[in-house]
Structures are given as C-alpha cells and as structure tokens.
C-alpha cells in the first residue's frame, strides 16, 4: 500500500528534518543574541564609587580571577596590589594604623610601593593602576 | 483564468529559473552522475565527510568571529566569554575545536582510501595534488587556529612549532620571523595567525576545493583497477549506483550522524580552555603537539644532536620535506604512463606511511 | 729558591707580597692546608694577609725573619684569645666601613652576653669562638651557600658541638635538639622549600648573643612571625599559667625544636595535646572539643564545595568565580585555626560561620552547574532523538527506493 506507507516514511523523515534543523538553528539564534554583560573584559575592573572606600582604608577586590587590594591612600591618593603575598600565598590586609600592608600570616610587611619592608616574602606587590572616570574609580593593569 | 495546477505551477517556476540560468545541464549532469559499487564503496563517503566538516568549521568558525578579539590582552577573556557568558558559546566553541580534528582525521582516511583504491592514476593526478595542497592547507588551519585561544598549551606548542621553522637551512631565521611576526611568539604573532586562519586559509582552501571538487565531477567517481579487471572478466560494466538520489541520501545519512557524534562530544566531552598564556613562565612538563603532529614530533625527538653534519632539526626538517614530496609525487612512481597502476608497490608504500604515522603519533603520545 | 719564589709570585694573583702563603703552599700536610684554605676566603679577597691575623712580617722570605716576635708574630692564638682577635676589626666601624658600611660591628658586645663568651672569659676552651661557627681560614660571608652559617648549613654546625652527647656531657643539657629540628616545619620550609626567611637555631636563640630565649619571653619570640597567635595568646586564660611552667607559652603545645606542622588533631584527635592537662570532660576540655567540632565543620564543608566543584569545572562547566571564592573561604579557615590561641569558642566560631556561608554559597554555585549541565545534556539527547528519527527516515527512503527499484 503505497499512499499509507509514503504519508508515514514522509512524517518520519520531515518531522525528524525539522526537528533537527529546529535543533540546530535555535542556538546558533540565541548565540548571537548579545549576552547581558556585553563585554569580556579584565584589563579593566570598576569598582564602585569614589565614596565608597574612605582615605586611609583598604578592600579587597576581585579582578577577573585574581584578588587585587585598593588602598584609598589619602582624599586623592590610591594605590592598587595584587593582594597575594609572595611569601605563601595568603591574602594580604592594609593597616591603617601603620599605613603599610600587611599579611597577617607571618607577618609579611610591604610599604605603600609594593615593596618588602620586612618578614619573609622574597618579592614585591605587583602593581596595579588606578583611575577615577567621573566618580567610578577603575583599577586596571599597568 | 483556469486555475493553474499544483504541478504545472512547479514546472511554470522550474521554467522560469531555466530561462535566466540554464541550469537544465546541470540538473541533467547530476541525474546521471553515478557512483561505483563494490567492497570499497563505504570509503568514498570520507571526502564528502571531510567536506561537510569543512562547511561546519566555517559556520561554527564565522560565530565565533563574532565575539572574539585577536590580541593577548583579550583572547583568552574572550573565548573565556564566548564559553561562560553567551547562550550555546559553550556548544559553538567545543564543536568547532571537535570538527576541526575530526576533519583532519577525516581528510588522512580519505587520503589513504584514494591510495589504496588507486584513485589517483591518469587522467586523476592533477586531483591527488590539490588534495595533498588541501591537507596541507587543513594542517596550517589546525596549526594557526591552535593558538588563538591564547592559553598556555598554545603559546608552548607554537612556539615550538614556530621554533622549528627556523631550522630550514639558509632561509630559517627569516621563515621564522615571517610566520611569528618577530624573533618571538607574541601579539604580532597572534595577529599574524588569526589573518592566516580567518581570511587566507579560507581563501586557498576555497581555490583549490573548487579546483578538486570540479575535476571530479569532470572525470566522475574513480572505479579501483580490480573491480574494472572483474567486469571486463564477466564481459559487464562495472556495477554502479546513481549519486542522487541514492549515494546522496546515504551521504545525508553520514552527515547527519557525524552531526550527532560532534554533538556528544561537544556536550560530554567539552574542550578545554585551561590558563592563560604567560610569556615569561617556563614551558610546562611534556608539552607537546595537537595529535596530527605529534609523528614528526616524535622522529624529531629520536634524531641526535648532529647527523652527518648538519643539525639533526634540519635533518629531520629535510626528511620529512623529502616525505611530502615523495607522497605528493605518489600518482607518478605509483602508475605507470599507460594508466595501469603499480599496485603492490603503492600499496606496500601505503600501509609502511601509514604505520610510521601511527605508530610514530601512538608513541609521541606516550612518551 | 728565592727566585722561584719571584717566578710564583710573578704567577700568583695576590694583591701583596704574602711570603706566608707562598711558603706555606709549598709545604704539606697541615702546614699547607691553611693555605690552600686561604684561597677561598673572603679576607684575602679583601686584600687581607696571613700576618694581618697571626702578625709576622708578610714581604720577608726568610722564614725565621717572617715568623719573628719581633714583627708581632703570635703563631696560633690560644682559643680565649680568638674573639678579641677578631673584634680588632669587627668592632671597629671606621674599619668594616671599608669593606661594607652596613654590617655590623656589635658581634663581639653580643658574643661577651652569650653563654658561649661567658664560658670562654672563665677559661672553658670547650665552647664555641667565632672560628667554631665561621671556619678558620677559609672563612666565606655569610650569604654564600657554602659559609657554615648560611641558613642552610647554620643547624649543622651548631649541631657539630650540640648533638655530641661526648663533647655535652660536662654542660648537662640535651643533645636532641638538632634531630627534632630536623623533624620541623621550619626545617622542610628551608631545606625543600628554599624559604631562607625560615627560622634557624640563630633566629631564636641569637647568633652572637646565643642564649636560649627566656621563659617569659618565648610567645615574644615566636610572636616575631606569628604575630597573630601571640596577641591572641597573651590575652588567653593560657598566658598567666603558662608562663608558671618551666618550658613557658608556646614549647607546651607545640615544641621547642621539633615544631611539626599544625593538624586539627592537635585539637580534637585522640592524643590532642589539649587532654595533656584537661580531662575530656572538664570546662576546657569541651571548649576544646566545641573548637575542634566547630573546624571540622568549615573543613569538611569546604572540602564538600571543592569536590563539587572540581566535578562541575572537568564537565566543562564555568565555575572560575566560585573556585576563587574557596580562597575566602580557606583564609577563614586559616583564621579560625589562629584564633584557637585565644581558646575561647566564640573567637573561633566568629570566621567559622563567615567561612561556612561562603563554603555554602560555592557549594549551591557547584550543584547549579551540575543542574546547568544536565540541562545540557538534556538538550543533547533532544537533538539526538531529532537526529536519528531524521536518519531512521533517510533509511526507509533509501529501502523504499530499493524496493521500487527492483
């Protein structure tokens, strides 16, 4: 019986043609729709605004998949580090009170270059650039 | 008015295309183009397959051209994006990575195939050497899109690649300056392979595929000497089925499976896009090639320091420059001016180059 | 011989005449071995000569004329003399500041507080003198890997006289003290790690000025490094009563020279050095316990989020932001571990639960990856099912043409 047989062989193979193309075409269409952050980027972190960090206090921030310490210095110095100690890796704090960097883990000390003042790190703070565009302060590398 | 019928109305727009593209021969080439049947007929898909392959890696690869961005700066972030950030980039980025090696697995199948099914004899051999141009230009794809992700495995293996360049003799430095664009791996570099590998691949790949794919249409599928010697045997033609629509459909079917294959792969076993690439860090342990290369790799690992003289990298280099013109010059030392064929000699040949490639590459990825 | 002496000094790269080494050299045994000594010392790279130490006259070839009292020649000063010796130019600044104008010039001041210089001024020859630790003649600074007091070398040459229980036996104190250390966590730092800013046996007990560290003064000392443990420490219930005990602060729990590395064992396992004075049961022996249990949990958690995570990221999931917030959560872990020292629980439990909302955070980031990825696969085997119903079609098609055809 040819007529049944070919509306079924003519299902099988269109729907399942569909089907695929449908599964084909649906993310290549959502592909190319632009994603909600509309740019890859981490050469460049905004952080908030100026207010935000008060003179003489630190943060820790993250920049793209690193963790990076501002230092708000004073009303209109600041200072960005990477905040990995080079000693063992832990995360380094700024004290105010001493106004220097501090790694609470063996007491690693860095002063406001980036530079060891004393304790066991073997290297300096990679430094990181700081920018204010209107109010939002940007951290990016050097 | 009548109304015009379903049919006519089809033969009415049928007629209409004709006038302005006389397309008629065309529809009546394909009609009787024909395909031979026998043991070795299942190889014949592998061309096809590589071509398919070769049309997902542009579709997949234009996508990707959208948000990608060919500087150190922004590579790795980017295709990092591409796989975190925007819907199916994941699926995009993984299948293009998949159908890039597949297709140049695919093109040694198909490329032994026609040495083993004898294809490349007379009036073919002008089709052998656009293929083995073809698969050198689907090496130079895989070498220039290797390192466009920019991530540490890349920048090493280029860099040894690109090392390698330098020791052709008298020409090397400056070979290696030109295809690094410097002294060093870097962002001219980058530069350099992403034009290679998005505008003048493309574009030779293109030249030579119409140049391949016309001359077989012109000269028809090619039938191995033993079936013709068969059918001559039992005074009959040489069994054929037409192309279309029946190898066509077998075709659809292959395609449509290599389509689910890229999409397992693609989901089951994403591809990696470990870290970025850091100049000044030492080259990780055991740093070695994508798989196609690894063969040479390996040889060159075995060759002393000095071989009669000269540097074993340059000897290596010659070898294996030795090697490709030897393959390439296969359908001249492989058949005889009359049209018969050296079978045994090509054969033999055939299996030895296939060996040392896959032992070679087994044990490249051992050691 | 006095004109192959010209010949060789001609040869020699000596800055001065120094008929003292030329002879010497010539000679054998241990009459030669100071000199070849000699060649390697940061002295005669200054210019220095043999007579500048032993006096004599260094340009006079004759033997009896170079070695004679009449030029100072002392011969081989006795040990109780060797400090003083030493200090005529190490302790005279208008004299190092020649040679490197920020050392120092307080060894000797220090060496006359030490143990060792207090036994040496009584006349005990038995106890080390500078040429003990710093070697005789070929005597290297101290940053050259080969100086025998080079940070890495430095336990070894207190150990040639420490860990001798022969040369110990008339001083009555242990001679353990270099094996343990060599069992340190401070000795794996320096020895595999190459961490020179790692403490040796001169770090806590001075170089100079060596004496061990007073029992009130040992959080002081260790509190260099570990700051933070020391101020938690001295406001503790610990530091009064400990301070009553003979060993002091931090030697109780941990060791004076064999300072393994920390475990929360040490806390809730079963030799915990806690249950040395509590019983499991009394007031400090469940805030123990309630400290143990309370890193326990963060560890596990922690642990629980990483696994997780690891499965999500080799699926080819997008977990980077979660795996670098473990680092938050590790540093709290770290932290609570430091805060044991305060030995109270809420000083533990506080980075305890900030460490676990984070550990929990990654961890529900993990299982929506996990979901994420299903949902992938989900969408794999949809197309699949369209696919081969696609290829199941092209088949009949195929089988119906066959047929037809036949």
Known sequence: MPEPRRNFIFWIFGGGFIGSLISFLYPVVRFLNPPAVAEASVNEVTDGKVQDLAPNSGKIIKFGTQPVLLIRVAQAEWRAFSAVCTHLGCIVQYDSARRIIWCACHNGQYDLNGKVISGPPPAPLTEYTVHLRDDQVVISRT | MHPIEPRDRGKAVAAWFQDRLAWDSVREFIAHKTVPVHSGTIWYAFGGITLFLFVIQVITGILLLVYYRPTPAEAYESVQFIMTRVAFGWLIRSIHSWSANLMILSAFVHMFSVAFLHAYRKPRELVWL?????????????????????????????????????????????????????????????????????????????????????????????????????????????????????????????????????????????????????????????????????????????????????????????????????????????????????????????????????????????? | MKYTFLLLLAALPLPAKDSCLECHSQLEGDFQAPALAFRKSVHLQHGFTCADCHGGDPNADDPQAAMSKAHGFIGVPPRTAIPKLCARCHSDPNIMRKYNPSERVDQYAEYQTSVHGQRLAKGDTAVAACTDCHGVHDIRAVRDPLSPVYPLNLPATCAHCHANAAHMAPYKIPTDQYANYLKSVHWAELSKRGDLSAPTCATC???????????????????????????????????????????????????????????????????????????????????????????????????????????????????????LRQTDARQSLVKARANVHAFAVAEVNTPIQQGLAIATEDYRAGQAAMKERNVRRAGLAVSLVAILVTMAGLWLIIRRLHRSRA
Not at chain 2, 165 to 188: E, K, N
């Open chain 2, 130 to 367: 656009s293929g083995v141009v073809l698969l050198a230009l689907a090496l130079a794809f895989g070498f220039s899109g290797y390192l466009l992700p920019w991530n540490t495995i890349s920048f090493f293996a280029t860099k040894v690649g690109t090392d390698m360049v330098t020791f052709v003799p008298w020409i090397g430095t400056t070979l290696g300056r030109y295809v690094r664009g410097g002294d060093a791996v870097g962002g001219a570099t980058l530069t350099r392979f992403f034009g290679f590998h998005v505008a003048v691949l493309p574009a030779l790949t293109s030249l030579f595929l119409l140049f391949h794919l016309g001359l077989i249409q012109k000269f028809g599928i090619s039938t191995p000497p033993w079936v013709k010697k068969r059918a001559r045997a039992d005074a009959a033609k040489p069994a054929e089925m037409p192309f279309f629509p029946d190898f066509f459909l077998h075709e659809l079917m292959v395609w449509y499976g290599t389509l689910g294959l890229l999409g397992v792969l693609a989901a089951v076993f994403p591809w990696e896009l470990g870290d970025k690439a850091n100049a000044f860090a030492s080259a990780p342990a055991g740093i070695r090639p994508e798989w196609y290369f690894l063969a040479p790799f390996y040889t060159l690992k075995l060759i002393p320091g000095h071989v009669l003289g000269i540097e074993g990298e340059t000897a290596g280099l010659l070898g294996f420059g030795l090697l490709a013109v030897w393959w390439a010059a296969l359908p001249f030392w492989g058949a005889r001016p009359d049209g018969t064929v050296r079978s045994k000699l090509v054969t033999g040949a055939a299996v030895a180059f296939l060996a040392y490639l896959s032992t070679f590459s087994l044990l490249g990825y051992l050691r």
């Open chain 3, 205 to 323: 007990h001075g170089n100079h000025g060596a004496k061990p560290p007073a029992v009130a003064s040992v959080a002081a000392v260790c509190g260099t490094c570990h700051v933070f443990e020391e101020q938690l420490f001295d406001k503790s219930p610990h530091a009064p009563v400990f301070s009553a005990m003979s060993t002091g602060a931090c030697v109780v729990c941990h060791s004076n020279h064999a300072i393994l590395k920390t475990s929360d064992q040490m806390l809730g396992g079963q030799n915990a050095v806690c249950r040395q004075c509590h019983e499991t049961d009394s007031a400090g022996g469940q805030t123990a316990a309630r400290m143990a249990g309370l890193i326990q949990d963060l560890q596990n958690r922690i642990v629980a989020a990483n696994d997780l995570l690891e499965k999500a990221r080799s699926s080819g999931m997008e977990v980077s932001e979660a795996i």
